[in-house]
């Protein structure tokens, strides 16, 4: 499963009578605790080969989450990285969402999936005034929301900047217990990763291929042939690996690297629980998980603070190309001997699943007293 997915495991754990709508389902895809709901889709699950697909309904799924039908809900909580924070309930409903990013193709990643070459023929005509209809449709849809709650003080700026909404920041869960140090790590790097433009992992291989340094990568997706072509004889593409098998690469690895800019990003921290450093790229939330030897480089998210006092748990790089990466992979190994697998692991404990499910729950329950109470308070002036 995929960060958000572990979330919404968690929050079919805090109500397990809740009702699941989403626009689209692979039966099977998720774990047995999301699969054993009642799951309702969106008319999107009828066209063929949808989970192939996806991808190019985004212009459809506006309407598709405005038609899941939820009138009869008083509370809904939206897990949303793209459409889901537009669906809406009942009247005086109170809207809760839990939000991953605003929609990533439109707003943040724009440029990463769209700019460039990557769009020919009517692509180019057509793709930019549809991301801009979304962007706006987007920005509007925000006024449903009751309250916001961000993966991190990076998304929350982004929520500022695309929506003029606050958000407090509620950081996703790793699993600390399937992710352990185990064993003496190999003289491997290790990058776990979907293949999408702006995961950077064709970074990664250059500068992988570069250095000839042995580098593994897990995962699949849209780029995987395109950055494949780009890796040497030293670059290995495992494709998808399972949890176990990610377990055991995480463990065995040298050092875990992170090249692109991401909301959140649950693998460092993977990586952190097996008691394995991280190279990361300077931005986004990298910059909230991994204790950097060099803080004083980066730029930090507006309303986080770096911890004080605590021992590295990995390294930043700024310069988003391969040479940036290839430097920062020396740099690493020049100081390597500074980086102790208890500080990774401790750093990694501090955002366990307990911990995740507790705050979650709270926070859950004080919004829609918080909504009663206004609602009630309504009802009495009107009279």
Not at 80 to 100: F, I, M, N, T
Not at 302 to 321: H, I, M, S
Request: with cysteine.
């Amino acid at each position: 499963m995929r960060g958000g997915e572990k979330c919404l495991e968690v929050f079919c754990e805090i109500f397990p009578e809740a009702d699941l709508f989403t626009l689209l389902h692979v039966p099977g895809s998720v774990s047995p605790v999301i699969e054993g709901r009642r799951v309702v889709t969106s008319f999107l699950q009828r066209f063929p080969g949808v989970e192939r697909r996806y991808r190019h309904l985004l212009p459809l799924m506006p309407a598709a989450v405005r038609l899941l039908g939820l009138g009869g809900y008083d509370f809904i909580l939206s897990s949303s990285h793209c459409v889901a924070k537009a669906a809406r309930g009942g009247p005086g409903a109170y809207h809760l969402c839990y939000c991953y990013t605003p929609m990533r193709y439109a707003w943040s990643a724009y440029e990463a999936y769209f700019g460039g070459d990557r769009l020919r023929g009517a692509a180019r005509w057509v793709v930019p005034p549809v991301m801009k209809a979304l962007r706006r449709w987007d920005a509007g849809t925000s006024a449903g929301v009751g309250e916001f709650i961000a993966i991190s003080h990076t998304v929350a700026g982004r929520i500022r900047s695309c929506y003029g909404r606050e958000a407090e920041v509620i950081y996703p869960p790793v699993d600390t217990d399937l992710y352990h140090p185990a064993g003496e790590p190999g003289d491997y790097y290790l990058l776990v990763s979907a293949f999408a433009p702006y995961k950077r992992v064709d970074l990664a291989a250059e500068a992988f291929t570069r250095l000839g340094r042995p580098l593994k990568v897990a995962g699949t997706g849209q780029d995987f042939e395109r950055v494949r072509a780009l890796g040497g004889p030293n670059v290995e593409f495992l494709g998808w690996q399972d949890d176990a098998a990610l377990a055991r690469l995480y463990a065995g690895c040298r050092a875990f690297v992170f090249p692109g800019e991401e909301d959140f990003g649950i693998t460092p921290l993977e990586a952190q629980a097996c008691g394995r450093p991280v190279i990361a790229y300077g931005a986004g939330g990298a910059l909230e998980t991994v204790v950097g030897l060099n803080p004083e480089e980066v730029t930090f998210p507006a309303g986080f603070q770096p911890p004080a006092g605590e021992e590295p748990t990995g390294l930043f790089f700024t310069r988003p190309d391969a040479e940036g990466l290839a430097q920062a992979v020396l740099r690493f190994e020049a100081e390597e001997a500074k980086f102790r697998p208890e500080a990774a692991r401790r750093q990694a404990l501090r955002f366990g699943r307990e911990r995740f499910k507790e705050q979650a729950r709270r926070r859950f329950v004080e919004g829609f007293e918080r909504h009663q109470e206004k609602t009630a308070a309504r009802r009495t002036g009107d009279r």
